[in-house]
């Protein structure tokens, strides 16, 4: 069977609104490319994806609750830290999200991490993709209190400030 082509603005007229949507988009979620930080977000959609993706894959070791493995700060019998928690117990707040987002991507593996740091937190960057990981982040911090998320601006902005 044959295949007939397009010609170019037939095409450029059809990926027009495609374009408009993906833009759209991406300009409606929560965080932001040159800065590399979550801003505030209402967004139900990204917290419902966040919420979805979260309890499928990190919940399995940082709990349902975001409570971390008991004694996480304990190296275990391996040399292995337990799984953190990610609520305000934690030290999850303590990173600006740009580390947050690396250690979710590539796991911790330098700069975010010493070399050959032994843990169990795998890297994702071949399961989820960036879109997902920041909707998990967005979904962490909106279970902070809010004097913890004014704490976690604060170390961004001095993040990007000492850039």
């Not at 095409?11 to 929560?30: A, C, E, H, N, R």
């Not at 975010?112 to 967005?138: C, F």
Request: net charge positive.
């Amino acid at each position: 069977m044959l295949e007939k082509k397009l010609p170019n603005h037939l095409l450029q007229l059809m990926l027009k609104p495609l374009l408009i949507l993906f833009i759209g988009f991406y300009g409606s979620t929560s965080f932001s490319s040159e800065k590399n930080i979550i801003t505030p977000t209402n967004n139900t959609k990204q917290l419902a994806q966040g919420k979805r993706v979260y309890n499928r894959f990190c919940s399995l070791c940082h709990g349902m609750n975001l409570q971390g493995q008991p004694n996480w700060r304990t190296r275990k019998p391996d040399g292995k830290l337990p799984a953190p928690p990610h609520d305000e117990t934690g030290h999850t707040w303590h990173h600006p999200d740009k580390m947050l987002f690396d250690i979710t991507k590539y796991g911790l593996v330098p700069p975010n991490a010493p070399a050959n740091y032994k843990t169990d937190m795998p890297a994702w960057e071949d399961t989820l993709n960036d879109e997902q990981i920041w909707a998990v982040l967005t979904f962490i911090k909106s279970r902070w209190p809010e004097e913890i998320r004014q704490q976690q601006r604060e170390i961004n902005e001095t993040s990007i400030k000492n850039k």
